[in-house]
Structures are given as C-alpha cells and as structure tokens.
C-alpha cells in the first residue's frame, strides 16, 4: 500500500543532540502523528497535529504540521539514551480512508551516551 | 492516552495449528479496529480491517481464510491464524482509533513463532 517518505532512514548520534526527522507525501492529510516504537513493543502515539501549521510539543519533541498539509517534521532537542528506537510517521485523511493509517517507513535512531 | 491490550504478548505453535491473538481497547470503545503485521526492521504493513458486527476488509493479497478476523464487541477483536506455517511467523500488532479526537492507539504486539 501507499506509504511516506521517511527521512532519513537511520541516525547515529552522540548524547545530548538534538534529531529532526520529516515525512513527506504527494496526497493532503487532515492528521499527521508521530510514534515510537521500542524493540518487541507496539509504536506509542508522541505527537498528534490536527491543523495545517500547527507547531506542538510533548516535552524534548517538537511536531509540525507542514502548510502544504503534505509534509511534517518531528525534532528531538538533547537526546538522551532511552530516546534510542524506530520513530514512524503516520497520515491520515478520513474523509476518504476513514481510520485507516498511511506509515512511513520508520526511522532507526541510535544515541551513543 | 487511551489502552489497547493484546494477548498473548508472545506464542509458539507447531505447524498446522491455529492461534488466536486478542486485541482490546480498555477504555473506549472502537467499531473499528486494525491488524498490523511487521517485519524485523521494516514499518508496519495493515492486513485488515476489523469491523464490529460485520465482515472484516482485507488488504490485497492478504487470504482471509487463514487470518480469520472477528470483531464481536466494540472491545474486542480476535485475529485467527488458522493452520500457521514457519513464514507466518512475525510481529501481529493491533491498533484502534478513539475517534474522538482521531488518535490512533496501538497494543503491545503479539511474537509469533511457529516451528
């Protein structure tokens, strides 16, 4: 099925930098959230943006809504280890896939302390 | 945020046989719930439509014969792998949306192997 384009793929980065991560696509979306997922557990809802050019945070983490409505970036500010995991962006347009979940495809980030 | 439960959270099973994977919403109810397989390393890949009190939607190429999906209250949907083979082992995740404010929770997961 359809999915996001998620960059980048991977990051390795030191303690205490800060990460931005962005999901982009060719069709509009209404929603746009943001999940990570540990090893062997299921993704956990970070960041939920209802409105074109909404800008929220949820602590370190700070999610956009991109104006275009076809974009959206997450920023981690002084990572720490346990930040350490896959971080997936969703879309989601009810109007015409009703709950249904657009992903992309994940970004492994690996924070060395 | 609001709870998905899944159970179990891991499973053997020998070829042939069949496993049941629960999948829960704990504090609000859902009339649609999602069945999500994944590969070690790779995004989530939605199998099905769970729909309570009528017949589940699958995803092209997705036999729904051997992933039976029931969906027999606004809590609980229940996921079938029916006579399972080493390549269905992986990673069964569910997930449900509060449509309330359209945010979509997940369970757990469920490990599957099968030898």
């Known amino acids: 099925g359809q999915q996001l384009n998620q960059s980048p793929q991977s990051m390795f980065i030191q303690e205490g930098e800060d990460v931005s991560m962005n999901c982009t696509s060719s069709?509009?979306?209404?929603?746009w959230l943001w999940y990570k997922q540990d090893p062997g557990e299921g993704p956990v809802l970070l960041i939920a943006?209802?409105?074109?050019?909404e800008l929220t945070s949820n602590g370190r983490l700070t999610a956009q809504f991109g104006i275009t409505r076809k974009d959206s970036f997450l920023n981690i500010s002084a990572s720490i280890p346990s930040d350490v995991g896959i971080y997936f962006c969703?879309?989601?347009?009810?109007?015409?896939?009703?709950?249904?979940?657009?992903f992309g495809e994940g970004t492994q980030l690996t924070v060395n302390p | 945020g609001a709870v998905v439960s899944q159970h179990p959270s891991r499973v053997i099973c020998k070829s042939g046989t069949s496993v049941k994977i629960e999948c829960r919403s704990l504090?609000?109810?859902?009339?649609?719930m999602f069945w999500y397989r994944q590969f070690p390393k790779q995004s989530l890949m939605l199998m099905a439509t769970?729909?309570?009190?009528?017949?589940?939607?699958?995803e092209q190429g997705v036999e729904k014969d051997k992933f039976l999906i029931n969906h027999a209250s606004l809590t609980l949907s229940t996921l079938t792998v029916t006579s399972a083979h080493p390549e269905d082992s992986s990673f069964y995740i569910c997930?449900?949306?509060?449509?309330?404010?359209?945010?979509?929770?997940f369970g757990p997961g469920t490990r599957l192997t099968v030898t």
């Open positions: 997930s449900a949306p509060d449509r309330s404010v359209y945010e979509q929770y």
């Open positions: 069709s509009i979306f209404n929603t």
């Open positions: 943006l209802y409105k074109a050019g």
């Open positions: 969703a879309g989601l347009y009810p109007e015409t896939s009703g709950s249904r979940l657009t």
């Open positions: 504090d609000f109810q859902a009339t649609t």
């Open positions: 769970s729909n309570e009190g009528s017949k589940a939607t699958y």
